[in-house]
DNA sequence: CCTACTTCAACCAAGATCGAAGGAAGTGGC
DNA sequence: GCCACTTCCTTCGATCTTGGTTGAAGTAGG
C-alpha cells in the first residue's frame, strides 16, 4: 500500500529522467537509500535496457561520476484523462517525462464504447505526430467518478457508464497493460510524485465541472474500503439548501459550487458561458457578475475544506482543475479555508496549486501504469536469468 | 509509522495473554509470519523473562505445542483518561490484559499540577488495592484536547492547561517512561488493538462531554501534520448557527450537539442533569424531552459522520464515550449518517459501538506505552547479550 | 612528477526474514 | 509392537536490505 520513498523501477527511472539525479551517488541521496542498493537496482536497469550510462559527468573534486540517462527507444505509455466535455491525453517516456500533451473536444457524453473508440483515434493521431520512440507500454485513464475494478459506479454525468468495464474494453482496443482510475486520484498521485515537496499528507483537490479529491497518506495514495475516497462533493452546505442533487439529497456542496453549477447560474443570469474553463476566462476579464459567483464558489470550498483539513490535518491542499485556474478562485478558497479552520491545523499548512497543472492526471496515470509495467519486466528479466544459470549449474 | 502487523515484542504479548495464541504455530499464523521467525523472537522474549513455558497443550494429533504465558510478574504498566468531570483509570499487565479499571471523580478542571497530584494519589489507592504483580513498567495518560510534545495546545474546558508539559510532570511525580496524548486518538489505538477486526482504516468517535475522533489507517494510527488529526468538534451545522463555541466562530457542531451542550440544553429546560452520563441515564428512563434532545445530537453527529465518510471512506465508524452507551444515540446516529451519506460509501461499512467500551482509552494509552518500554527493554538485553561476548571472544 | 585530498562505486559483513528440511513428540491403524 | 502419519518446533541456507570499508579514479597544489 506504501510506494512513497522505496526505490522502485519507476522511482529511479523518474529521478534520472527528470533530471534530479544522474549519477548512483545522486540516487542514493536522492532516495534515501544506501549507494550499494542503488548500484544493484542500476545494474538491474541496465540489464533490462531501460536505463544506459551514457558517459561521464564531470568530477566536483574526485571520481567522475558516470552519467545514467533513461533508454529512450525502451518505450512509452500514454494517457488520457476524460473529462465531462473535454479530454487531455498526453505521452510519456518510460523515465516520466511528458513528452506531449493536448486537450481534445471528446467528453464522456456520448456511449462509453463510442468514447472509447473516438479516444483511441485520437490517441494514434497524437501518437502519429509525436513519433516517441520504442513501444507503447501501456496506458492510464481516468474518469470522472468513482471506479472499482475498472468501472465507474457512480456516473453522475456519463450516462451509460455505469458498470462498463472501461479496462477491459481498454485493453482491447491499445492492446497493452490499461489502468483506469478516478480522476482526481490520479490527480493526486501525479502531484505528488512529480512535485515531490517534503510532505507526507496530502488532499489534492479538482475543481473542474465537477469536484472532487485525493488523499495522500504517507506519500501514497489512500484508497480507503471501495476506492471512493475523496468525495466531497456532498457535503452539506447552506448555500444551496433547495438545490437539487444527482445523489438524491439536497443542498450538496458540488450542487452549488461545481464548475457545471456556476455555468447553469451564470446561464440562468443570461450569460453566454458553456464550459468551465469559459466562466474562468471571463473571471480573468473581470466581469462583474462571475467573478462575484466566482468568488462565491471558491469560498464555499474554503468551507468544506475546513472540515477536511480540521479532520485530516494534513501538510499541505493542493489545488487543481479548470477552476483553480482563476486566481480569485484560490484566493477565495485560502480565505473560507482559514476563516473557518482551527488555526492549529493551519500553522503548518501549505494551500496552494498544483505545480503540475491541467497535466496532474495524465502525470498519475502514466506514473501508475508504468510502475506496473516496469515491474512485470523487472520481475520477467529475473526470471530469465535465474532459469538457465539453474540449468548450466547443475 | 505503521506497526500494526508487525511482530513487535508488545503484540506477541498480547497474543499470548489474550489467549488468541498460546503456542509458537498459534503465534506464527496470528501473526502472518514464518514460524521460524516468531520461533526466534519468543526466544528472545522469554531469555527477557516476559514471557515462560507453561507446559504442554492438548495434542492435535501430532507433537504437543508448548504452551506459552506472560510472566506476570515482569510487571505491569497504569493509564488514566483524563475527562472534563470524571477520569478512568486503570492497571494492565504486561501482556496487555486489563487487570483493573475504575472510574474516579477527578476533573481537569483544577489547576494541572493540582489533578494531576490527585491522579497520583488515586492511582497508588488502586494499585495497593489490585497489587498487581512485578514492578511498574510505565505509564499511559489520554487528554481531553489535541496533545503536542506532551502539552495541550487547545484545552477547551480546561483552563491553565495550555502549553503545560504534562508528559514531563508525570514523569516526576511516577518515575516511570510516561506517554501522553489525545483521548481519542488513544481510544482509536485500544479498539483497533485489542479488538482485531479485519479492518485496516477506522474513525472511532468518543462522544462525551466533547466529541473527538481518532482515525486509523491501515491498522495504525493517522496522527496528520500536528497530531492534530480527527478534530470533528468544529464543524459547521445548520443547526446551531448562532451559538458561540470556545474556538471563536459560531454554529460548530460540538457547541450543540457535545455531553456538555446537552446538559447545558436540558439544564436550562428545569431539568436536574450535572453530567453527561445524567443525560444518558434519564435517556434511558425515556424522559420525552431528553431522549428528543439525545436523538437530535446523534442525528447531528450521524450527519456530520456522513461527510467524514464520504471523504474517508473508512471499514468501519465505531462509536465510544458516555453517549454511546445510549441506545437512541447509537440509532440516531446511524440513521442521520445513512441518510446523508452516499450508498457507494455505506455499502461495506459497519457503524457499531466500540466493544472495548469505556476502557478503550486505556487500552490504547497501555498499549502505547508497552510497545516504547517492551523494545527498550528488548534492545537493553541485546546490548547485554552481545557486549560480554566481545569481551571474552577477544 | 609526486603527494594529499576528494569522490565514486564495488565489495563485504551484519541483521532481518523466509522457506525448506529435519528432528522431536505425539496419534492411530494393523 | 511396529509403522505411517500429523503436528510442533528448530536449524539451516537463501534473499534482501543496510552501513562501513576499500580500492579506483580524479583534482589540486607544490
New interface residues.
Partial sequence: ??DSESPSAARVLQLVASGAASSRTELATALGVAQSTVSLRVQELLRAGVLTETGHGRSQGGRRPRTLAVAAEAGYVCMADLGGAHTRIGVLDIGGRLLHSEEIPLGAGESPQATLDALHDAVHTMLDTVRPSGVLLGAGIGLPG?VQDGAV??PSRMPGWRGFDAAHALRRTFDCPVVVDNDANLMAIGEARVTNRGKE?LVVVKAGSGIG?G?I??GAL???????????S???V?AGADLPCS?G?RGCFAAVASGAALVEQLRAKGMAVESTSDVVRAAENAEPEVITTVRAAGSLLG?VLA??V??????AVLLGGALSTSEAYVAAVRAGLYD?C?P??T???EISRVRTGADAGLFGAGLLVLDTVLDERLAALADSRTEPDEKAGV
Fill in positions: 500500500m506504501v468513482p459506479t457512480l499528507n479529491s488523499v497518506v504517507g489512500y484508497r480507503g474500503n471501495d476506492n471512493a475516497s475523496g468525495d466531497i456532498h457535503m452539506r447552506a445523489c439529497i468551507e472540515t477536511i480540521n479532520f485530516f490535518n494534513p501538510d473557518r482551527l492549529l491545523s500553522r503548518n499548512l
